[in-house]
T-cell receptor
Framework: GAVVSQHPSWVICKSGTSVKIECRSL??????MFWYRQFPKQSLMLMAT?????????EQGVEKDKFLINHASLTLSTLTVTSAHPEDSSFYIC?????????????FGPGTRLTVL | AQSVTQPDIHITVSEGASLELRCNYS??????LFWYVQSPGQGLQLLLK??????LVQGIKGFEAEFKRSQSSFNLRKPSVHWSDAAEYFC???????????FGAGTILRVKS
């Protein structure tokens, strides 16, 4: 199967700082990637769709100025949590679809645990 | 709006016993349906999927699921659970040709020896 990596796997930062999380598709190209957020004991919630070469599309209620997404190449999307606060502490997961019929199968990264002190 | 309900937050079964994890969905059309498993430190892994056709689908690791349109359900089953099956399981509905996934809250499976 296809492989998606995330870096870092965990990060601890101080309140007010910014944190960048990388999502890479290692063996296939992805013009679209997805960012999810998962709170403890809760499900994955789609935050945004990252589009290579164009602006990301954010789900309702997600602050685009807080969660900056850049899809600079066909294998890399980055999520930057700006001016992080403790309430941003969460597990962030990315996925990348590999084009297929009749649907595009999603491949998930292992996730990044963010703790904001 | 589309939604997925997994009514069981935790399930504990004995090793070797059978397993059924419940999933109900709300979606207007025939959905793409998925079951994923999440182990600590690993990404979500696809167990099986349903689009159309035979309503009983087979997946990896000995899992199967049955789509029941009349009940809007897609329950996951395994006849004999192994200790390595302990993980969190997510049911999901796929929208936009699978590009967008709506997940249930997940069920944590514990296996006792």
């Amino acid at each position: 199967g296809a492989v998606v990596s995330q870096h870092p796997s965990w990060v601890i930062c101080k309140s007010g700082t910014s944190v960048k999380i990388e999502c890479r598709s290692l063996d296939f190209q992805a013009t679209t990637m997805f960012w999810y957020r998962q709170f403890p004991k809760q499900s994955l919630m789609l935050m945004a769709t990252s589009n290579e070469g164009s602006k990301a599309t954010y789900e309702q209620g997600v602050e685009k100025d807080k969660f900056l997404i850049n899809h600079a190449s066909l294998t890399l999307s980055t999520l930057t949590v700006t001016s992080a606060h403790p309430e941003d502490s969460s597990f962030y997961i990315c996925s990348a679809p590999r084009t297929g019929e009749p649907y595009n199968e999603q491949f998930f990264g292992p996730g990044t645990r963010l703790t904001v002190l | 709006a589309q939604s997925v309900t997994q009514p069981d937050i935790h399930i504990t079964v004995s090793e070797g016993a059978s397993l059924e994890l419940r999933c109900n969905y709300s979606y207007g059309a025939t959905p793409y349906l998925f079951w994923y498993v999440q182990s600590p430190g690993q990404g979500l892994q696809l167990l099986l999927k349903y689009f159309s056709g035979d309503t009983l689908v087979q997946g990896i690791k000995g899992f199967e699921a049955e789509f029941k349109r009349s009940q809007s359900s897609f329950n996951l089953r395994k006849p004999s659970v192994h200790w390595s099956d302990a993980a969190e399981y997510f049911c999901a509905v796929g929208l936009e040709y699978g590009n967008k996934l709506v997940f249930g809250a997940g069920t944590i499976l514990r296996v006792k020896s």
